[in-house]
């Protein structure tokens, strides 16, 4: 493989042991990654994410061979399954996680809403809220969504709404992801597929269909994959192949990892601008005396459905933790 040079490419699709890769032309090369690859870590069920940059050389049968994964910015990982330790990327080098919430069919939580940005806080990832399927909203749901609203712009996230199917809020996504590598995530049936299409038609992702859905919701995208796209208005510029979504499957739970209870309250930005208030500087905003955490919640400053839920995020990942050591 002397004569063979290096190119460099981005994974846009894993699918078992194989890798797409993106060159800046636009060709795609299938990719295998080197038997004896390891990445730092071995409790990662996957070495190689979408997003990853990597270095791979042309082999005679029209395949690549992955030699080197370029260093990451950052990346949003998750345990497996609930109890295991066995963790999985979903995705490397994110400029933006696009959470998508619905109000109904299904309702996302606010407790999953938080998980949420908590891992984004958690890995420095800015992230938006954004309510899809506001044209199934009546008036008590508008209600509704408006305090969630005030809750979540009042811990400084955006908020928006939009209605894949009519178009409604879409133009304001279009320019908040341009020029950046996007993450949709969220509940199965929320509508990121469809959103992603309502952003970029030429998509055609597939989408569940009405009769098909539940409660539960029904996996319809199966794994994660990333598209470049190009956004033919006016008021953006040519991208040349800037702007990326990335197209998740829908999660039920968030298995979170890479950090420990003391370490909770400085995701949240709201209580990380009072933590050198508390009296005790290892304070959990529990039951220790001297809380400005608690002091604000009972002010009306915190919100206390954010509080609800970082209490509930502390007792979960305090009685997993040793789990991860
Ligand atoms: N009324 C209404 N229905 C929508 C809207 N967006 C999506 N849907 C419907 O919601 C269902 C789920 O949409 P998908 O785009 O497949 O949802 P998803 O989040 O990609 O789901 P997974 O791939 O399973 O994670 C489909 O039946 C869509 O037609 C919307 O804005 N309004
Ligand atoms: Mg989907
Ligand atoms: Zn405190």
């Known amino acids: 493989m002397v004569d063979n040079p290096e190119i460099h490419g981005l994974v846009i699709r894993t699918t078992g042991s194989w890798y797409n890769v993106l060159l800046p032309d636009g060709t795609v090369f299938p990719c295998r990654l080197r038997g004896n690859f390891r990445i730092r870590g071995s409790k990662q ?26 260093e990451r910015h950052n990346c949003i990982i998750r345990r497996a399954t609930k109890l295991s330790k066995q963790t999985h990327v979903i995705a490397a080098n994110i400029d933006l996680m696009c959470i998508v919430a619905t109000l109904g069919l299904p309702r996302t939580s606010t407790g999953f809403i938080d998980r949420l940005l908590v891992t984004a806080e958690a890995y420095h990832i800015p992230a938006v809220i954004v309510f899809n399927k506001c044209d199934l909203y009546d008036d008590e749901l508008w209600t509704i969504h408006n305090e969630i609203k005030a809750i979540y712009e009042g811990a400084g996230y955006p908020v928006f709404e939009v209605s894949a199917l009519t178009g409604q809020g879409v133009e304001t996504i279009k320019e908040l992801i341009t020029g950046k590598v996007t993450l949709f995530t969220g509940h199965s049936g929320v509508g990121k597929s469809a959103l992603l299409n309502a952003i970029d038609p030429s998509l055609h992702l597939k989408v569940g269909e009405i009769s098909d859905w539940s409660l539960k919701g029904k996996h319809t995208t199966t794994f994660a994959e990333i598209f470049p796209i190009n956004l033919n208005n006016s008021t953006t510029q040519q991208l ?40 005790f500087a290892n304070c959990t905003h ?3 005396p001297g809380c400005a955490v608690k002091v604000a919640v009972e002010k009306g400053e915190i919100s206390p459905e954010r509080y609800q839920n970082y209490l509930n995020i502390l007792d979960s990942i305090e009685s997993d933790y040793p789990l991860r050591r």
């Open 240 to 279: 040349n192949n800037s702007t990326f979504l990335i197209d998740t499957p829908g999660i039920k739970e968030f298995g979170m990892v890479d950090f420990t209870p003391e370490e909770l309250s400085h995701f949240f930005p709201e209580m990380r601008s009072r933590l050198h208030d508390c009296h």
């Open 45 to 70: 069920t996957n070495p190689v994410a979408v997003g990853d940059r990597v270095v791979f050389q042309i082999l005679s049968d029209g395949t690549g061979f992955i030699t080197e994964i370029e």
């Open 286 to 288: 529990c039951h220790e």
